[in-house]
């Protein structure tokens, strides 16, 4: 017998009991983006190593460690992309999307990192990412942040989130606040641990992110980002704090909420759960003005966010929330070979009657009884059951599966119409 072929760690296969869920949240996720007007690009998933070594940048554990790079056949340095943002970025310079432009794009798909997988982070995982491009402002900043708070509430998870922004001024007043950070971690670097030693002088903005209680305390007395903004900067998060509290959006200003690429300015956030441990980051965004002009385009202001899908499957299984958008209205049990095509005919005819209808009809055969088992099994709210007496009166009997009713008799014309106003 040949070997069984499994997997790779860390990729993993979503089954069919897993994909409703994932479906349920990108089927709302598409319709809140046409609500906003935002546009569908779809990019690559391998793109040259430069772009990400150039926008990520070279000392990060991303670029270090984590990247799926390879040489291909022309000895060119691929990668599968990491994150989303790099990509979206290229392909609007490349095509002449950003200068003087504005643009409101989404994309979704799968992601690759080189990391130890565990729950809900995999090596291959999937994400949905907002990006505008050409939009200043802060009311671009608050309109991303309502977009994603609605996301939320019509997921029904919003009592489970909660909203941290924080303001990470000019590359200018980071770069004052980074040489006194560097400083302050410098007089204790004994406290440090082994990450936070290693981006003291690469990456320090970083060790306020550490997740190691041992650092809270170290981080907590470091020096505050916000004591370093310039006036511009302190007046755009201020009116970003304005326009959510006009829009109803409780938030908590984290000082410690900060990026580590230097290409970030201004406006981050981020949406936090405790309903899922440690991992409790479901969404972060931020601004990017500094990165069209980093991968070789025209100075542009960009703002972003990005969604682990697979965090946010599990937020809703975690929670409690179980999508049935995916389950039949209706089952058809067939009660003999006479009554296949018959009732096939009828199943298309209620298809086509309304687009929103669910109809799984019984195929394979099976007795009345085995076929009520199936049908009680697949989730749907009725059985409609076309045998030789309801054929031959242009009739069907409807059981519903979800209450102690009596089973009813109702015309094949009527069926439709009868089934349309009682579904759910």
């Known amino acids: 017998m040949a070997k069984v072929i499994q997997a790779i760690r860390?990729?993993?296969?979503?089954?069919?009991?897993?994909?409703?869920?994932?479906?349920?949240?990108?089927?709302?996720?598409?319709?809140?983006?046409?609500?906003?007007?935002?546009?569908?690009?779809?990019?690559?998933?391998?793109?040259?190593?430069?772009?990400?070594?150039?926008?990520?940048?070279?000392?990060?554990?991303?670029?270090?460690?984590?990247?799926?790079?390879?040489?291909?056949?022309?000895?060119?340095?691929?990668?599968?992309?990491?994150?989303?943002?790099?990509?979206c970025v290229r392909a609007g310079i490349q095509n002449g999307l950003l200068h003087n432009q504005q643009h409101r794009l989404w994309y979704q798909g799968p992601m690759f990192?080189?990391?130890?997988?565990?729950?809900?982070?995999?090596?291959?995982?999937?994400?949905?990412?907002?990006?505008t491009f050409g939009l200043s402002g802060p009311d671009i900043d608050a309109e991303l942040i309502a977009m994603s708070a609605q996301l939320w509430q019509k997921l029904r998870i919003d009592d489970h989130v909660e909203l941290e922004i924080n303001s990470l001024g000019t590359i200018e007043c980071r770069a004052l606040y980074r040489n006194e950070l560097v400083e302050y971690f410098s007089e204790h670097q004994s406290q440090l641990d082994e990450d936070s030693q290693r981006r003291l002088h690469t990456n320090p903005l970083r060790i306020l992110d550490s997740k190691n209680p041992d650092m809270q305390v170290l981080n907590e007395n470091a020096p505050k980002l916000v004591e370093y903004l310039d006036t511009e900067s302190r007046q755009h998060f201020?009116?970003?704090?304005?326009?959510?509290?006009?829009?109803?959006?409780?938030?908590?200003?984290?000082?410690?909420?900060?990026?580590?690429?230097?290409?970030?300015?201004?406006?981050?956030?981020?949406?936090?759960?405790?309903?899922?441990?440690?991992q409790g980051t479901i969404c972060a965004g931020g601004r990017f003005d500094g990165l069209v002009e980093q991968l070789g385009g025209k100075a542009t202001p960009a703002m972003g966010f990005a969604i682990g899908l697979e965090r946010l499957v599990l937020m809703l299984e975690t929670v409690g929330v179980t999508p049935r958008d995916h389950q039949p209205h209706l089952y058809l049990v067939v009660g003999g070979d006479d009554c296949v095509a018959p009732a096939m005919k009828l199943a298309e005819e209620l298809r086509q009657a309304d687009e929103k209808l669910r109809i799984q009809m019984n195929c394979g055969g099976g007795s009345i009884k085995s076929q009520m088992k199936r049908a009680d099994k697949s989730g749907a709210n009725f059985a409609v059951i076309l045998g030789d007496i309801e054929l031959q009166n242009n009739s069907v009997a409807i059981k519903n599966l979800r209450a102690e009713t009596e089973q009813r008799l109702i015309a094949q014309a009527e069926l439709a119409s009868w089934l349309i106003e009682n579904i759910n």
Request: proline content about 4%; some cysteine; overall charge neutral.
């Open 113 to 131: 990192r080189h990391e130890r997988p565990q729950k809900g982070r995999y090596r291959q995982f999937h994400q949905l990412g907002v990006e």
């Open 10 to 87: 860390g990729m993993n296969d979503i089954l069919p009991e897993q994909t409703p869920a994932w479906l349920h949240i990108e089927r709302i996720f598409q319709s809140l983006m046409q609500q906003y007007s935002y546009q569908h690009i779809r990019l690559p998933v391998v793109e040259k190593t430069e772009l990400f070594k150039r926008s990520i940048g070279e000392v990060t554990d991303i670029v270090e460690k984590e990247m799926y790079t390879f040489d291909d056949r022309n000895g060119d340095s691929l990668t599968l992309r990491p994150e989303g943002t790099a990509g």
């Open 238 to 278: 201020e009116q970003l704090c304005h326009l959510l509290d006009c829009l109803g959006i409780k938030y908590r200003i984290n000082p410690r909420l900060v990026r580590g690429l230097d290409y970030y300015s201004k406006t981050v956030f981020e949406w936090v759960t405790s309903s899922l441990g440690s």
